[in-house]
């Protein structure tokens, strides 16, 4: 993901960015990212995006609306069975953020919300200002 990537690549402009915030914003912000890793994590090989997001209403062509304004869906716990106890907490930590931050909102918010910090954190990192 690209905030992994300023994390490595500019962890000083990334903090300070991340640092600029209220505590608040700041939970929202790693709660949001840790919530979108849940659902990468999970896509693929667990979980489809039908798994994820629904279309705002069951009315014929409701599907082929933009997915910005589908919803997050309520998921169930992860089975953590067959992982280590940091695994375990891992991966229930980014559960609670996806439950926290995602379920129940609108796709198009989440990824507005991520990339308004992005877009800061990137502008801050560009060479005219590292």
């Known amino acids: 993901m690209v905030d992994a990537t300023l994390v490595h690549y500019r962890p000083d402009s990334y903090g ?5 915030l209220s505590l608040v914003q700041r939970r929202t912000v790693e709660e949001i990212f840790a ?15 039908a ?9 014929p062509g409701a599907a082929a609306a933009p997915v910005a304004t589908w919803t997050w869906k309520p998921v169930p716990e992860p089975e953590l069975a067959s992982l280590t106890q940091r695994g375990q907490d ?6 609670r953020a996806y439950r926290a931050q995602l379920a129940g909102r609108l796709v198009g918010e989440t990824f507005s919300r991520a990339t308004e910090f992005l877009r800061v ?3 801050s990192a560009s060479p005219s200002r590292a």
């Open 35 to 49: 919530g979108l890793r849940f659902v990468r994590n999970r896509m693929g090989s667990d979980a489809d995006h």
């Open 90 to 95: 891992w991966e229930m930590r980014r559960y």
């Open 121 to 123: 954190a990137a502008e």
């Open 51 to 59: 798994d994820f997001i629904q279309p705002p209403d069951s009315h």
């Open 16 to 20: 300070y960015v991340l640092s600029d």
